[in-house]
């Protein structure tokens, strides 16, 4: 009789979730824009309240150049810093609300700030963005995830509301339809 260890069941186990995985038509889609998964996308209620706001901690990432950026520079302004990558399903699936959010909210000095932590910089997110049509958005960087970790973030996306003084003043974790008309409201009363 042979004996099963612990190993095996688990090599085992492994194996048959690669081949399964191979069958699953999520796995062939999340390299092709055309044919991306069905995600529902949450509605602005499920953004929580910040209560007391209060500033984030000090965030430096990068812009697209490479050239060292804080979150200080947006002081001023409204912030919604959206913690994303290229890889994530509800990422991609909420990045066009995302880029019609900024268009709308340009004119109110509302700015959309999507940090990727895709670690193939810059190259990556610009291909991603050109295949999907994203026109307002910027490229800023976070390879790392050292500013997710900062924040607390238990997942991605995830994205806070950050008021014309800094301050944390909402955050929603999961992908949402940001560019509904609720949603434009929400954020301009949350950003003062």
């Known amino acids: 009789m042979q004996l099963i260890t612990r190993r095996t069941v688990l ?16 796995a062939q889609t999340i390299l092709s824009p055309k044919a991306e998964p069905e995600v529902h996308l949450l509605g602005i209620d499920h953004l929580v309240p ?3 706001a209060a500033a984030p901690p000090a965030l430096a990432f990068t812009d697209q150049d490479g050239k060292p950026v ?5 002081k001023g302004k409204g912030v919604v810093l959206n913690l994303w990558a ?9 990045m066009p609300a995302l880029d019609a959010m900024a268009a709308k909210l340009a004119s109110d000095n509302i700015v959309v700030v999507p940090l990727s932590s895709d670690r193939g910089g810059t190259a990556v997110v610009r291909k991603f963005y050109t295949a999907r049509d994203i ?17 607390g973030a238990r997942g991605l996306p995830t994205t806070l509301i950050i008021d014309r003084e800094g301050r944390e ?5 999961g992908g949402a339809e940001w560019a509904s008309d609720a949603a434009m409201v929400r954020i301009k009363a949350l950003v003062g």
């Open 86 to 94: 290229t890889w994530c399903v509800p990422c991609v699936a909420e």
């Open 70 to 74: 804080a979150l200080d520079a947006f």
């Open 50 to 52: 910040t209560e007391p």
């Open 169 to 173: 003043r909402g955050r929603l974790e």
């Open 11 to 26: 090599a085992v186990g492994a194996t048959l979730a690669v081949a399964a995985s191979l069958r699953k038509p999520w």
């Open 135 to 151: 026109q307002h958005l910027g490229i800023w960087l976070d390879p790392h995830g050292v500013s997710a970790r900062a924040l």
